[in-house]
């Protein structure tokens, strides 16, 4: 009787001390590109080419290469007033018969479920000689 009593405190023992010593995880989203996840990365856009903010190009051409922080992105862009484009996984586009003067590139980035980033502007100005 006393083993048992022995025995059967121990074990009421060693769970309550394991119930102790096991804190509950915290139940975050592993995934950060996912918006219920409080480390949330918003859509982004890296510019690979075209000119630097405010620079003056003297053709009346130019071309902007962008990417986004995932591979697996939706872009959309405009230039100056003119409509926006569609989201579509295009990442690039060449602009011709540019006039004289300031001009702005916007592009924005969409994640595939959905979840727009910010829209990025790109000034710059056309001298033609």
């Not at 903010?53 to 697996?72: H, M, P, Q, R, Y």
């Not at 996984?89 to 300031?102: A, D, F, P």
Request: aromatic letters at 18%; proline letters at 8%.
């Amino acid at each position: 009787m006393i083993r048992f009593c022995l025995f059967l405190f121990s074990t009421v023992l060693l769970f309550v001390i394991a119930c102790e010593t096991l804190p509950e995880e915290p139940k975050v989203p592993y995934n950060p590109y996912d918006p219920a996840n409080p480390n949330y990365i918003r859509p982004r856009i890296f510019l690979l080419s075209g000119p630097a903010e405010a620079d003056t190009i003297t053709t009346d051409t130019v071309t902007f290469l962008w990417k986004g922080n995932l591979d697996s992105m939706l872009f959309r862009h405009r230039f100056d007033n003119g409509f926006w484009s569609a989201f579509d996984t295009t990442t690039s586009v060449h602009l011709t018969n540019l006039s004289e003067g300031k001009h702005i590139f916007f592009v924005q980035g969409q994640y595939i479920k959905g979840e727009n980033g910010p829209v990025y502007t790109f000034h710059f100005y056309t001298d033609l000689p």
